[in-house]
């Protein structure tokens, strides 16, 4: 069996989806990441692999292999941990909810399990909502304009791994959106802006990030 779930990676300020295959078989304990990652994509492994012994999940005489498709995307940055986490927990049976195609994770773990915001966040969540996701797990950053996402995705902010599986499982959120973050005039407004210039029809400037960018901030 092969557990899959999806995380957002990015090209430039273009992003698409990223499916995080795990398959675990015996062996020496260890995790092997292939499809084109980069040399912060492959520390990953450290930090995922100590998050999952915070947790109680062990891996111990098991050898993780990881695949982040499509293969010949070069992927970059810590954005695919929880992703990985996720998969793994699933492929050892540990998740009980349902993770369909229209869910992503987005974040960074620390050793002990907490979820951490990544380089990126905003444009993974602008190319989340433009590619059509319904739901993304990402961490507290309070730079996201949350508010500008509600009515096309549902956002699942969480500060720890087990807030992952709580919500998964239909239990209450411990980590509500914080409206303080969702209220900041500033930078509520230029993500906004931002937002709605990237979904207009942009056709002519296909391939053209930073022209793209700075017509949508002056929007």
Known sequence: MTAIVSSIGLKGLSG?????????SSGTESMVIVGLPDASVKESKERVLSALHS???????????VNL?????KKNG????????????????QVKGVVDEGTAFIGALSLDGS??????????????????LKRVFLPVDP???YQAFQDSMELV????????????????????????????????GRAGRWISGILLDMSGLSGRFWLRLAGSIMC
Request: charged residues 20%; negative net charge; hydrophobic residues 45%.
């Open 16 to 24: 698409y989806v990223v499916q995080v295959e795990v398959h675990i």
């Open 55 to 65: 947790f109680d999940c062990d891996v111990t005489d098991e050898k993780i292999v």
């Open 69 to 73: 498709s499509p293969a010949e995307q």
């Open 78 to 93: 810590p954005l695919f941990d929880l992703a990985m986490a996720v998969a793994v927990l699933k492929e050892k049976g």
């Open 115 to 132: 979820v951490r915001t990544v380089s990126g966040l905003l444009p993974a969540l602008i190319s989340a909502k433009s590619l059509g």
């Open 143 to 145: 730079l996201i304009p």
């Open 157 to 188: 902010v969480v500060r720890h791994l087990q807030d992952v599986l709580n919500h998964l499982e239909g239990k209450p959120s411990l980590t509500p959106i914080p409206v303080e973050m969702m209220t900041s005039t500033e930078v509520y």
